[in-house]
């Protein structure tokens, strides 16, 4: 099947991305990016694993021309239109075999529009880039198979003018100045999806923070300050509390860039988020938002949905774990921000949206996260709290670096808990009206 991230009743969540013949296992990217004239140029190095009987093989590459490819070092014949590139292997592979592509590209990349999720991906910012690739915007920077079943390691060298700084979601290996350009290499050794693989690049300093795993802001020097202390220097604390509460951090490290535009809404990669200037304050609304993003790696980065219709199980969780830290802190507690948000959304319509598959125009809705945290409520009120966080850290630990399904994570709770937990969720994730809360 070409071109499905289809959930069970056929919502197409990102119509047209993907190929589900053929895995991705390793990502090598190399590139060159020139600030001025916004021009990328790149060699993609992807190892792919045959997953049915292929004679070709389809990527997605937005916008971005193509020079050149090859499989296994022997020219190749594709065709690239509306963002598909679709590569004639030189012989067909069996289910299994692995080959190696490698595609010469370049040109001025720029966000992918999409119906009901808007643009995203390559974002040039006032002096610099962000890439915010949820849900559709990986292949704005670089071919790729666009699902988020599909999980693959990265290796990634990047040259930029000097005085630049690079961030990508994984571990630097080096930074190398030359005369004009230094070159920045990293990789992330834990599998993950092409959304969550992301640049930032910008005229940022860094700033570490003590933490249990390495951690630093990284920011225009002037963004640093009481702002930007009362948002982020809780982050280490945060880290504990998760730690604590859903096992050992995911990743090596973990970053939060500044950008010094403000933007909307914060966004969460693999061992990296990334939020606009004007979330360095210490109102609730950003340190709530600086809690969330942390929480994805565990909930979204680590452990990843299947296919989209299972976005409560990222936002679902995020949210549950700011009301953890709201708790933590000594503010409101999250039994008590349930029961707000609880009253809240018994006044909004409920005849439109089904949890556990919301479709591609409502999966970001707001009630998406707030109706997924009290899905985790619920649980937690019916489990007790010794069983509920059994099942988090097990849930994290047997799938960090895999893919999950609702199913799956119903199925986990039934096997920890020693109970059928579906006829407390089922309500909450399959049918429309919204369920009492248990009481406390
Ligand atoms: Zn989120």
């Known amino acids: 099947m070409i071109g499905r991230t289809t959930s069970g009743d056929g919502h197409d969540y990102v119509p047209g991305h993907g190929d589900e013949s053929f895995a991705v ?260 609304e950003h340190r709530r938002l600086v809690a969330h993003e942390l929480s994805h790696q565990w909930f979204g980065n680590a452990v990843t949905c299947r296919d989209w219709s299972g976005i409560w199980l990222h936002e679902g969780f995020a949210c549950y774990a700011e009301w953890l830290w709201s708790e933590e802190i000594g503010e409101r507690t999250a039994d008590a921000w349930a029961r707000h948000h609880h009253k809240r959304l018994s006044g909004l319509d409920q005849d439109d949206l089904v949890l556990s598959d919301p479709g591609p125009e409502l999966m970001f809705d707001d009630r998406v996260y707030k109706r997924g945290a009290l899905t985790v409520h619920a649980l937690r009120l019916t489990v007790g709290d010794d069983t509920f966080f059994e099942i988090l850290r097990t849930w994290v630990a047997e799938h960090a670096g895999g893919t999950v399904d609702t199913e799956m994570f119903l199925e986990h709770c039934e096997r920890v808990a020693g109970q059928d937990v579906r006829p407390v969720l089922g309500p909450w994730l399959d049918e429309l009206p919204l369920p009492d809360l248990p009481a406390a």
């Open 25 to 284: 296992q390793a990502y090598d990217l190399e590139l060159v990016y020139t600030p001025d004239g916004n021009r990328l140029e790149g060699v993609a190095t992807l190892t792919c694993e045959a997953l049915e009987e292929s004679t070709t093989l389809t990527l997605d590459l937005a916008h971005l021309s193509v020079a050149k490819v090859s499989v296994d070092a022997r020219a190749a014949r594709y065709s690239h239109r509306l963002g598909r590139l679709e590569v004639t292997l030189p012989s067909p592979l069996d289910v299994g075999e692995v080959c190696t592509v490698r595609i010469k590209y370049g040109g001025k990349p720029k966000p992918l529009r999409m119906r009901h999720h808007g643009e995203a991906g390559w974002e040039e910012l006032d002096n610099g880039v962000l890439v915010a690739a949820q849900p559709h915007g990986a292949p704005t920077w670089y071919p790729c198979n666009d699902r988020p079943s599909d999980k693959a390691t990265y290796h990634v060298i990047v040259s930029v003018p000097n005085d630049y700084l690079v961030a990508f979601s994984g571990e630097e290996t080096s930074r190398r100045r030359g005369g004009s350009a230094t070159t920045w290499a990293f990789e992330q050794p834990v599998p993950i999806p092409p959304y969550l693989a992301t640049l930032q690049v910008g005229p940022y300093t860094e700033r570490a923070q003590d933490a249990s795993v390495p951690m630093r802001l990284v920011a225009p020097t002037d963004a640093y300050g009481e702002g930007s202390e009362a948002a982020f220097g809780p982050q280490p604390e945060m880290l504990a509390l998760y730690e604590e509460k859903f096992g050992p951090y995911p990743f090596a490290s973990y970053t939060a860039v500044i950008t010094d535009d403000d933007l909307e809404i914060p966004l969460e990669s693999a061992g990296l988020s990334t939020f606009g200037r004007n979330f360095c304050s210490g109102d609730w």
